[in-house]
């Protein structure tokens, strides 16, 4: 394996893939295939963009022409492109369905018709719906709850079938909650930043007492790293990192890090259809490929927070050019 397809790899994940892979494996070439949509920032990868063994491309995962130019020149395919937040998706599940269905779909008939040596597709945990007690594993049901967990659910189908029926050589990941650096602010960590950074307050949805499980962005990259050398073809890997937190504990955490309180709190009216709580076992990955994460919450969220405090110029900027690219694509008086 030499030469790697990144998708969406101007987005939160997809950068740190990209930056982990160009850093650890110096003969490695990689494209990046990314729309460049609200969520994906060329800047992100501005310290790897003068690296020879890097090339990025602007376009669609749906663009078939393009795609398959594309996929003749490499190896394998890790596919991280997709519309990710769950808010949207209730709002209009359209491109959803658009990108993250037939995206996934056109990126398998082409690496099987390529015979490419490795397709990973960069699914999540909340294919699995939500749970009381207990951990989501590999075998448990898909009961996805939102057009977003369903389109991504749709998208694992997919690869499953085209392993079974096909053999193509493919391989799921489904990751947790994931924080970081260069998350865009539209989801729970940075948005609350961006919101007390701006006087503003904090919108709870519901009672605040859902949970997610969060794991480091870095970690989430490296058990991918490990998934996609030597995970078993036909397999799924759930990556997790046990740490289960409720909302109201992640939003206190960022106020006593802002220097803020809880009259910073806003309760307001509860997403439509929200999962109650997400936790995966991580048992199959550590077991069988020995990974486990190097990030303690504590490390990772001190890290985070420290990042966009001294990255407030990267927050406005990704802000202003999802209103910019809002008022080109808004229909004047239709
Ligand atoms: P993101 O929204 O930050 O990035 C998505 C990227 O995909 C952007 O750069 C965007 O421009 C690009 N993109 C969107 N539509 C495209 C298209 N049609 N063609 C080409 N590029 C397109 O998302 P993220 O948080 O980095 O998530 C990456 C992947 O990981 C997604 O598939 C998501 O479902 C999955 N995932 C995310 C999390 C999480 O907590 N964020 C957890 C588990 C799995
Ligand atoms: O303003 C908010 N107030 C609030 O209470 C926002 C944006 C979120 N929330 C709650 C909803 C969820 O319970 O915080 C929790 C986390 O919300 P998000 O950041 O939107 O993430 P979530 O819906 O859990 O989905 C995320 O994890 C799985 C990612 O967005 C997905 O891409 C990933 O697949």
Redesign the pocket.
Known sequence: MTSILV??G?????SCFIRYMLKKYCDYKIIN?????Y??NIENLDDVKNNPNYLFVK????DKNLVKEIISKVDCVVN??????VDNSIKNSKLFIK?NID?TFNLLELAKEFKIERYLQ????EVYGSLDSGYFYETTPLAPNNPYSAS?ASADLLVRAYYKTYKLPALITR????YGPY??PE?LIPFFISKLLKDEKIPIYGDGLNVRDWIYVYDHCEALDMVLHKGKIGEVYNIGAHNEKTNLEIAHLILTSMGKDEKSIEFVEDRLGHDRRYAVSGDKIMKELNWKPSFSFDEGIKNTIDWYLSNQEWIEKVENKRQVLYNENSCNGC
């Open positions: 998708t969406g101007a987005g939160f994940i997809g295939l990314d729309a460049l949509t969520a994906g376009g669609d995962i749906c991280f492109a997709a519309e990710s937040h990108t995206g960069v699914s999540t945990d991504k990751c947790s909650n994931n998350q865009y989801k």
